[in-house]
């Protein structure tokens, strides 16, 4: 964690005034909002060019549910979204399931979502980041873990 010395009138700081020392963590990319309510966060990771993913559950929404969630979160706060429909993950036991998912966009940063399962819960990973390429392929994650696992 990096620390920061923060004068908020502007003015240089005179010998002997005390500062303000604020702990400020890495920049991280914005994502709209958390998951849904009910949801489990089953993994996280971070990737290569600054992207963040994780992975989730949740017993009470469907996949679709669960991009149209997120799809009006993105809305509402000004993020535009250039992918909407079919997609998903396609993995059984915890990888999820045909489904479907959404990409968006908001000043130089990527999301995505992809949602699906084979019953109840449905699997929904998220992804978020400045490098479109990664945030685009966020469901290769689950499918390079799937593979690893014996899934």
């Not at 509402?76 to 990409?103: A, D, F, R, Y």
């Given at each position: 964690m990096m620390s920061r010395i923060i004068n908020t009138s502007g003015a240089a700081l005179a010998a002997g005034t005390a500062a303000v020392i604020l702990a400020v963590p890495a920049i991280a990319a914005p994502t709209p909002?958390?998951?849904?309510?009910?949801?489990?966060?089953l993994q996280t990771k971070a990737l290569a060019g600054g992207v963040n993913y994780a992975r989730y559950s949740n017993a009470k929404m469907t996949p679709t549910q669960i991009v149209n969630y997120y799809q009006s979160q993105l809305r509402?706060?000004?993020?535009?979204?250039?992918?909407?429909?079919?997609?998903?993950?396609?993995?059984?036991?915890?990888?999820?399931?045909?489904?479907?998912?959404?990409?968006a966009i908001k000043t130089g940063t990527y999301f995505s979502v992809n949602a699906g399962g084979d019953g109840t819960p449905t699997?929904?990973?998220?992804?978020?980041?400045?490098?479109?390429?990664?945030?685009?392929?966020?469901?290769?994650?689950?499918?390079?873990?799937?593979?690893?696992?014996?899934?």
């Open positions: 909002s958390g998951p849904p309510s009910g949801s489990q966060k509402s706060q000004g993020w535009k979204t250039v992918n909407e429909g079919g997609g998903g993950s396609g993995w059984s036991s915890g990888w999820g399931g045909g489904g479907g998912g959404l990409t699997y929904f990973e998220v992804c978020s980041g400045p490098n479109s390429q990664i945030v685009d392929n966020c469901q290769n994650v689950s499918q390079n873990a799937s593979n690893t696992s014996g899934s």
